[in-house]
C-alpha cells in the first residue's frame, strides 16, 4: 500500500513524534498534544498522518486510538530502528 510514509525516508516512521519526560507521564500532555497537532496538519493538506509505535507501548496507542488512530498494519522496522516490530496507525484528517 503507497502512503505518505512511504516517501519518507527510512529512519522516519512517520509524520508526528512525540515523548513526556517520565515525571510527567499519565498526565494526558500527549493526548493533548497529538490533538493540537492534527489541524496544523490539515492546513498542509495532507489527508491523514501516520505514526508507529511499539507493540507493547500500550500509552501510545491509546494517545493514537483516542485521536482517531486507525491500526492499519504490524511491520518490521528497518535496520536503524532494531529491525524490531511496530504498529502503523493512521489518522485521517
Same mark, same amino acid.
Given at each position: 500500500m503507497a502512503? /505518505? /510514509?512511504s516517501s519518507l525516508p527510512p529512519y522516519c516512521l512517520g509524520q508526528? *513524534?512525540?515523548g513526556v519526560v517520565p515525571? $510527567?507521564?499519565g498526565r494526558g500532555y /500527549? $493526548? *493533548?498534544a497529538l490533538r493540537l497537532i492534527l489541524p496544523e496538519a490539515k492546513t498542509l493538506m495532507m489527508p491523514f !498522518? *501516520?505514526?508507529t509505535t511499539d507493540p507493547d507501548n500500550v500509552a501510545s496507542q &491509546?494517545?493514537?486510538e483516542s485521536n482517531r488512530g !486507525?491500526?492499519?498494519d504490524e511491520f &518490521? $522496522?528497518?535496520v536503524q530502528h532494531g529491525s524490531t516490530r511496530g504498529l502503523h496507525y493512521r489518522i485521517d484528517l
Open positions: 502512503s /505518505a /510514509a508526528i *513524534e512525540y515525571w $510527567k507521564k /500527549a $493526548k *493533548e !498522518v *501516520e505514526l &491509546r494517545v493514537t !486507525v491500526l492499519y &518490521r $522496522k528497518p
